[in-house]
C-alpha cells in the first residue's frame, strides 16, 4: 500500500485532479451565464456536467500513466484497481444521469391515478381553451366573452391535427388559473389558451395567450381592438396562430371552413353568441331550453341569411320536441322549416349535417341514416365531442354497444369533465351488465356533480346489483344533498328495503316539491318525474295497508295520463311513457284487461326490432304489467327474455328486491329466474 500511495504522489495524481475539478468548475460557471443569456435548454447544461463528470476519470487515466515519463510500469494489481475507479465511476455516473428522468415519471405518473385522462402520453398538439375573463363594464356582456371563447374553441375543433377539450370540461376552471401544470395533466393537454373580452359600445378588445401547461412558458400573446362586425376575423386569426405555433397541419377544407364567415350582422352574431351560452346550462332545464330557442329566434329575424343560427335553431327545436318538453307535430315542423332553411344557405356547413343528423334521430328515429351523417361529421369534425357522442347515442339504437363504449370513450378523452358523457357510459355499461365497470365511469361524473340524481341513481342500481339493498343505504347515506330527485331515490331505496312507511312519507315529500325535472331509468324518461313517484307512493301505501290512499294516487295519474294522451302527439317515446303510466294506474285500480292493453299499446309503438336501447325497457314494462295483476303465465315469458338479452335493466338482483314483482314472487317459475339467466338454458 506505501508503494502505491508513493506512486501516487510521484504522478502527481492529486495534482492533476485538483487542477482539473478547478478548470471544470470555472467551465460550468461560464456555461451557466450563456446559458440564462441565450435561454439555452436545460439539457445543454445537464449534459455539458455529465460530459466533465467522464472526463475526470480520463484526467486521471492520463496523469496516471503520463505524471512521470518513462517510468510507468502498470502492475496487474493496478490494472486491478483502475478497472474498479472505472467501474464505479462508471456506476455513479449512470445513476445520477437517471435520477432526473426517474424524478421526472415519478411525478407525472402521481396523479395519473386521480385522473384516467393522464394514463396515455399528453400529445404535443393538444390545447384547452379555459374561460375568457369578461372585461366589460356591463357584467351582462358575460355571454360575449363566453362566445367568443366558444367560437375559436368551435374553429379548432374543425383541424383535424389537434387535439381539443371541449368547453363543458373546462368551465369549471377560472380564468386565469395558477396551478397550469395541473390542469394540464387533469385535460391531457400540453398548452392552454386564456383570454380576456372587453366590449364597449361597437368596440370589442380581445387577449390571447398561448401558454405551455408544463413549463409555464407564454408561446405568444395577442391583443385585437377591433369593431364588433370584425370580431369574426379574430376569431379566425387566433385558431390560425395556434395550429401554426402548435405546428399543426391545415387541410385545404380546414383552412377554407376557417376563413367562412357566419354573420355580417353584429347584433345577429351577439344573439347567436348569447344562446351558445346558454347552451351551457342544464338541457333538462325547460326555461334555459326555451331561453336559447328564443335567442336564436332573435338571430335569424335579424339576419335571414344566418346558416348557423338557423342550423342551431333546428337542433334547439328537434331537442324540445325529443325530450317532451313539446312533443306535438307542430314543434317537430319548427325543427324540419329551419333544417330546410339552414341546408338552403349552406349544405355543407358542419352545424348543418348537425342539425340534420339530430332531426334524422330526435324526428324521425331514423337511425340508419342519422348514424350515416355522425360518421361523415367524425371525419369532418374529428376534435368536436358531439360528434362522437351522438354517434355512440345512435349506435346504441342500432344494437352495436361495442362500437357505441368506444365512440362515448373517444368523447370522453375530448371532454373528460363532462358529466353527461360519464352518464350515458354508465348507462350503458349497466345495461350491458358490466356493473363493475360502470361504478367508475359514473364517479368521474359525481367528481364534477357529486349530486347529480341521474348519476347517483344509475350508480344506485349498479350498487344493488353488486352489494345488495344494503349497499345501496351506504351509498345513499354518503350523499348530502336533499333535492327532490334524491329524495325519491332514498324513497325508492326504502320501497326496495320494503320499508314501505318511510318509502310513503319520502315520496309524499318528493311530490311536493312539484318537480318536474327528468331522469334516466323507467318512465320519467319521457314523463315528469313526479308521475313515476305518484305511481311508487301508492304501491308504497298499497302495501303499508292504505288502499284508499293508494287508489286516489292511482286516479290521479290515470286522469292525468289520459289528459296528456288525448293530445295529438308524434313523439313515440312520450306517447309509449304515458301508455306506461296509465297501464299501471289501472292495473293498481284493478282494471286488468284496460291495464294490459295499454302496456301492449307502448310496446307496439317502439318494438324491439326497431329500437334495440328502449325496445327492451318498453319489454319490460309489459312483464311488469302482468306480474303487478298477476299474471304469471304471461309476464315469465317475457322476464326469461328479457335475461337473456344482451342489454337490459332487469336482473335477477333487482327481480328480487323489486315489490312490484311481488303478485308473482311465489311462483316455481320465478324463483327459478332468480337464480340467473345460466339457469334457463340458453338464447332461443
Known amino acids: 500500500m506505501n508503494e502505491f500511495l508513493e506512486r501516487l504522489k510521484q504522478r502527481k495524481l492529486v495534482q492533476w485532479a485538483l487542477a482539473y475539478i478547478a478548470a471544470a468548475f470555472a467551465l460550468l460557471q461560464g456555461i451557466d451565464i450563456v446559458a440564462q443569456q441565450f435561454g439555452w435548454p436545460d439539457v445543454v447544461r445537464r449534459g455539458t456536467t455529465l460530459a466533465l463528470v467522464v472526463g475526470f476519470f480520463v484526467a486521471l487515466l492520463l496523469a496516471w500513466y503520463h505524471g512521470e515519463r518513462g517510468a510507468q510500469k502498470v502492475t496487474p494489481p493496478e490494472l486491478l484497481i483502475l478497472a474498479l475507479i472505472l467501474a464505479i465511476g462508471g456506476g455513479l455516473l449512470w445513476r445520477f444521469a437517471k435520477a432526473p428522468r426517474d424524478a421526472t415519471a415519478t411525478s407525472a405518473a402521481a396523479p395519473a391515478a386521480a385522473s384516467p385522462q393522464t394514463a396515455v402520453a399528453i400529445p404535443k398538439k393538444s390545447i384547452a381553451v379555459l374561460p ?3 372585461l366589460s363594464a356591463e357584467k351582462d356582456n358575460a355571454y360575449f366573452a363566453n362566445g367568443i371563447e366558444d367560437e375559436i374553441l368551435t374553429g379548432l375543433a374543425k383541424i383535424g391535427d389537434l387535439k381539443v377539450i371541449s368547453r363543458t370540461s373546462t368551465q369549471g376552471y377560472v380564468s386565469r388559473p395558477k396551478n397550469l401544470a395541473e390542469i394540464g395533466r387533469q385535460l391531457g393537454v400540453a398548452h392552454v389558451l386564456e383570454g380576456s373580452v372587453q366590449k364597449e359600445g361597437d368596440r370589442v378588445r380581445v387577449n390571447v395567450q398561448l401558454i405551455d401547461a408544463a413549463s409555464d412558458d407564454h408561446l405568444w400573446a395577442e391583443t385585437y381592438d377591433r369593431k364588433l ?3 369574426f376575423a379574430v376569431e379566425t386569426e387566433v385558431a390560425q396562430k395556434i395550429a401554426s405555433s402548435l405546428q399543426a397541419q391545415l387541410t385545404r377544407d380546414e383552412r377554407a371552413a376557417l376563413m367562412t364567415k357566419p354573420t355580417d350582422n ?5 344573439a347567436y353568441l348569447k344562446a351558445r351560452t346558454l347552451l351551457l346550462g342544464s338541457a333538462y332545464d325547460r326555461a334555459n331550453s326555451e331561453a336559447v330557442l328564443d335567442s336564436l329566434q332573435s338571430a335569424v329575424k335579424l339576419d335571414p341569411g344566418f346558416a348557423d343560427a338557423w342550423a342551431q335553431l333546428s337542433i334547439a327545436n328537434s331537442w324540445l320536441y325529443w325530450s317532451g318538453f313539446d312533443p306535438t307535430p307542430g314543434r317537430l315542423a319548427e ?3 329551419a333544417l330546410d332553411r339552414a341546408a338552403a344557405l349552406a349544405p355543407g356547413l358542419p352545424r348543418v349535417q348537425k342539425a340534420r343528423g339530430l332531426y334524422l334521430y330526435f324526428g324521425q328515429r331514423d337511425f340508419t341514416a342519422a348514424l350515416n351523417v355522425w360518421r361523415s361529421l367524425q371525419h369532418q369534425l374529428p376534435n368536436d365531442d358531439e360528434v362522437w357522442y351522438f354517434s355512440a347515442l345512435v349506435e346504441r339504437r342500432l344494437g352495436l354497444f361495442d362500437a357505441a363504449v368506444a365512440d362515448f370513450e373517444r368523447a370522453r378523452s375530448l371532454n373528460p369533465n363532462g358529466v353527461v358523457f360519464a352518464t350515458e357510459l354508465g348507462l350503458t355499461l349497466l345495461l350491458l351488465h358490466h356493473f363493475e365497470e360502470a361504478v ?16 347517483l341513481m344509475l350508480r344506485l342500481y349498479c ?9 345501496g343505504e351506504t351509498m345513499l347515506a354518503a350523499v348530502k344533498s336533499n333535492k327532490p330527485a334524491i329524495v325519491g331515490l332514498r324513497a ?6 320494503r320499508d314501505y312507511k318511510t318509502a310513503s312519507a319520502l315520496f309524499r315529500r318528493a311530490i311536493a316539491s312539484k318537480d318536474d325535472s327528468l331522469m334516466p331509468i323507467s318512465l320519467a324518461g319521457y314523463v315528469p318525474a313526479n308521475v313515476e313517484w305518484q305511481l311508487l307512493l301508492a304501491l308504497s301505501e298499497q302495501r303499508n295497508g292504505s288502499p284508499a290512499t293508494a287508489a286516489e294516487s292511482y286516479r ?10 288525448s293530445k295529438t302527439q308524434t313523439n313515440r317515446n312520450v306517447e309509449a311513457a304515458w301508455h306506461v303510466a296509465l297501464a299501471w294506474a289501472d292495473a293498481g285500480l284493478t282494471q286488468h284487461d284496460e291495464s294490459i292493453a295499454e302496456a301492449q299499446r307502448a310496446n307496439a309503438l317502439i318494438p324491439e326490432s326497431a329500437d334495440t336501447l328502449e325496445g327492451p325497457v318498453w319489454y319490460e314494462f309489459l312483464a311488469k304489467t302482468y306480474a303487478m295483476i298477476g299474471d304469471a303465465g304471461h309476464a315469465l315469458p317475457l322476464i326469461e327474455h328479457q335475461l337473456k338479452s344482451k342489454i337490459s335493466l332487469l336482473s335477477p338482483a333487482i327481480l328480487q328486491l323489486d315489490p312490484a314483482w311481488d303478485p308473482i314472487r311465489d311462483d316455481p317459475g320465478f324463483q327459478r329466474l332468480l337464480a340467473g339467466p345460466e339457469q334457463i338454458g340458453p338464447p332461443k
Open 132 to 134: 375568457f375573463e369578461n
Open 229 to 231: 362586425e370584425d370580431v
Open 440 to 455: 367508475p365511469a359514473l364517479d368521474a361524473g359525481l367528481t364534477w356533480q357529486p349530486d347529480d340524481p341521474s348519476l
Open 463 to 471: 350498487v344493488w346489483n353488486l352489494q345488495g339493498i344494503a349497499g
Open 492 to 497: 325508492l331505496q326504502a320501497l326496495f328495503g
Open 266 to 270: 353584429p347584433a345577429a352574431y351577439e
Open 556 to 565: 290521479q295519474v290515470q286522469a292525468r295520463a289520459q289528459a296528456a294522451l
Open 335 to 337: 325543427s324540419k322549416s
